[in-house]
């Protein structure tokens, strides 16, 4: 019998089954990514998802406040300065809008966010979304 090249090429497919394989396997394109976690160590810049602005916990004096910075990394905005260094407070911007969420060692979380004129402010008692819930 004379093996043709159709017969080697149907061969070669039949024993290398990693030529086959790679076609068939339902793969995700891209791994997820893991969600961000609440950051409470002082001076470390928290980047949101916009990437224009950053958050920090700044001393001042006794106590500790969120600072907001633009891209340059100027402070454009401070909150009262009112938490305790000893029990600082978790900061966490939401994933996909720029919301920071102060996480208090004790009591309820503040959303820091820009209003419909493009200011800034800090908002108790709004409900976190569950991306920010879960660390509560």
Same mark, same amino acid.
């Given at each position: ?39 409470? *160590?002082? !001076? @470390? ?5 916009? #990437? =224009?602005?950053?958050?920090?916990? $700044?001393?001042?004096? +006794? *106590?500790? !406040? @969120? ?5 340059? #990394? =100027?402070?454009?905005?401070?909150? $009262?300065?009112?938490? +305790? ?52």
């Amino acid at each position: 019998m004379t093996l043709t090249r159709r017969h080697l090429l149907r061969a070669s497919l039949l024993l290398s089954p990693a030529v086959v394989l790679p076609a068939c396997t339902d793969r995700d394109p891209q791994p997820e990514e893991p969600e961000p976690s609440p950051v409470a *160590e002082i !001076g @470390v810049e928290v980047l949101a998802p916009s #990437g =224009e602005v950053s958050a920090v916990l $700044d001393a001042a004096g +006794d *106590e500790l !406040g @969120v600072v907001l910075r633009d891209a340059d #990394g =100027e402070d454009f905005w401070a909150d $009262d300065f009112s938490y +305790d260094p000893a029990a600082p407070p978790a900061l966490l911007w939401e994933t996909q809008a720029d919301r920071l969420w102060v996480l208090p060692a004790e009591g309820e979380p503040v959303r820091i966010a820009q209003d419909a004129q493009g200011a800034w402010r800090q908002q108790a008692g709004e409900q976190p979304p569950p991306e920010v819930s879960k660390w509560l």
